[in-house]
T-cell receptor
Framework: DAGVIQSPRHEVTEMGQEVTLRCKPI?????LFWYRQTMMRGLELLIY????????DSGMPEDRFSAKMPNASFSTLKIQPSEPRDSAVYFC??????????????FGPGTRLLVL | QQPVQSPQAVILREGEDAVINCSSS?????VHWYRQKHGEAPVFLMI?????EQKGHEKISASFNEKKQQSSLYLTASQLSYSGTYFC?????????FGAGTTVTVRA
């Protein structure tokens, strides 16, 4: 299996621009998670989906952030407009389920975002 | 809700042992352990489910004491490849919360 795929791997943009991060989960995994990692705040869960439906978006920092999952093999995280404090590594992860061994999450390589 | 890890960092020589602790103020259903190397994604090591079982991965093992709401990760006879940041994760309301991490440096 190819594992979780994310693109782009690196993104440099200017404040105010729209940024779109993409994720392809492991085939057959019903759950998809978006995380943000910074030195100050560590690894934070932003939102997660079950069968393409957003279940919990309480971690999304503000309205500038939005996430979609139009089908089982694709999700996007969009920041509009971007700000320098959004600079972080954004990880996508997927899992089979939310109980027992199925709750194991597999992480993608991450997108390193720098907003100037 | 974020679990608390200790120590923050540890430096070892090859062959030495170390213990990383993870504790939670809430009742634990499961504990996850991940390792992240610099510039890479977190990699799953093991999951411990309610029941106090102990698991192992190479010479890395972990225990889970649900009564004390804590888990410990044991690095035995450490190798250079064990260097990285270790995170524990605890599940509440179906959401995985990660500790701040313990940075392990293994020197030759």
């Amino acid at each position: 299996d190819a594992g979780v795929i994310q693109s782009p791997r690196h993104e440099v943009t200017e404040m105010g621009q729209e940024v779109t991060l993409r994720c392809k989960p492991i085939s057959g995994h019903d759950y998809l998670f978006w995380y943000r990692q910074t030195m100050m705040r560590g690894l934070e869960l932003l939102i997660y989906f079950n069968n393409n439906v957003p279940i919990d978006d309480s971690g999304m920092p503000e309205d500038r952030f939005s996430a979609k999952m139009p089908n089982a093999s694709f999700s996007t995280l969009k920041i509009q407009p971007s700000e320098p404090r959004d600079s972080a590594v954004y990880f996508c992860a997927s899992s089979l389920g939310l109980a027992g061994d199925q709750e194991t999450q597999y992480f993608g390589p991450g997108t390193r975002l720098l907003v100037l | 809700q974020q679990p608390v890890q200790s120590p923050q960092a540890v430096i070892l020589r090859e062959g030495e042992d170390a213990v990383i602790n993870c504790s939670s103020s809430k009742a634990l259903y499961s504990v996850h352990w991940y390792r992240q190397k610099h510039g890479e994604a977190p990699v799953f090591l093991m999951i411990l489910l309610k029941g106090g079982e102990q698991k192992g991965h190479e010479k890395i093992s972990a225990s889970f004491n649900e009564k004390k709401q804590q888990s410990s990760l044991y690095l035995t006879a450490s190798q250079l490849s064990y260097s990285g940041t270790y995170f524990c994760g605890t599940v509440n309301d179906y959401k995985l919360s990660f500790g701040a991490g313990t940075t392990v440096t293994v020197r030759a």
